[in-house]
């Protein structure tokens, strides 16, 4: 077994889970550090090491950098969709992914589209089993936020069971990450993993 040391400081999203990623598969390493410079990669890294049935410990070396320590994994990893956040789709039932890049519904008038966007999450739980997973990238993340006053309705959606991806280089741009109060923060392979494996994509 072989024990890879990555330095992922510096590299966008989603390089570092994508390097985490080619060394698992390369190498089936049963213990692998990662350092990271960044909390929305320190997250991501994370989940996705957990996912792939590693013990993961983590250490603050500096104000700004994380070395990241994976043990006891079988080198087999998960699968791809286990990979991407927990529950995978199947034929019959959360097979759905919703795909918001926005915090409002359409153009025109912002106080409608806010006020739109809050009906339709409010409305989500109608789908029922059918849905599977909220993807929010780009201004959508600030529905994740505190003071959002559509928190409730997506934490009622999680707990039913909704995987909510929030994107962790848009929650980093508007300097939100630390005031995320629902969902999971995620990166662009989840993202890009997520839309191949959903059976149907909304985007209203």
Known sequence: MSHPHLDCKGLPCPQPVLQCKQSIESQRPETLVVMVDNEAALQNVTRFLENQGYTVGREQ?????????????????????????????????????????????????????????????????????????????????RLAVEGSGDLEALRKLEQAGVTILVCGTCLTHFELLEKK????????????TSLQVAGKVIRP
């Open 181 to 192: 109060a629902v969902g999971q923060t995620t990166n662009m392979l989840d993202v890009v």
């Open 61 to 141: 070396t500096s104000q700004s950098e994380w070395k990241i320590t994976a043990s006891g994994g079988s080198g087999t990893g998960a699968t791809e969709t286990q990979a991407v956040g927990g529950n995978s789709p199947s034929q019959e039932s959360m097979k759905t992914l919703v795909f918001l890049s926005a915090a409002e519904i359409g153009a025109g008038d912002t106080a409608l589209g806010e006020k739109l966007m809050s009906n339709f999450l409010a409305t989500l739980p109608e789908m029922g089993s059918q849905l599977w997973r909220v993807i929010l990238v780009n201004g959508a993340v």
